[in-house]
């Protein structure tokens, strides 16, 4: 079993920063391709940024984020973090992230493609 677990979200005012940590525990032998996702009150929710398994992986990310937002793990791969810059008020949300056991060169960006999901930090960006 792997578990996932967020940490770092808060209340920023526009134009701020935070950076978001997923800690990842369980079967930490392998490594997952890694998806952010955030879900604002009455929205679906929505992948953010990705990122493939291989060590150096391919990333992407959503139009309204890029060049903003920035996601990247650490060597062993068992943290990944979100990097968020110029926050909006439209960036508001509950950000998840999601961990893909399969081995995919091209990160997925749907939540049926994560197999493992944390409880989710939320982020509140004050105008």
């Known amino acids: 079993q792997v578990q996932l677990v967020e940490s770092g979200g808060g209340l920023v005012q526009a134009g701020g920063s935070l950076r978001l940590s997923c800690a990842v525990s369980?079967?930490?032998?392998?490594?997952?391709?890694m998806g952010w996702f955030r879900q604002a009150p009455g929205k679906e929710r929505e992948c953010v940024a990705a990122i493939s398994w291989s060590t150096g992986g391919r990333t992407w990310y959503a139009d309204s984020v890029e060049g903003r937002f920035t996601i990247s793990r650490d060597n062993a791969g068992n943290t990944v973090y979100l990097q968020m810059n110029s926050l909006k008020p439209e960036d508001t949300a509950v950000y998840y992230c999601?961990?893909?056991?399969?081995?995919?060169?091209?990160?997925?960006?749907?939540?049926?493609?994560?197999?493992?999901w944390g409880q989710g930090t939320p982020v509140t960006v004050s105008s």
């Open positions: 369980g079967r930490t032998y392998r490594r997952y391709g």
């Open positions: 999601a961990a893909d056991e399969t081995r995919r060169l091209i990160p997925p960006t749907t939540t049926r493609d994560y197999d493992y």
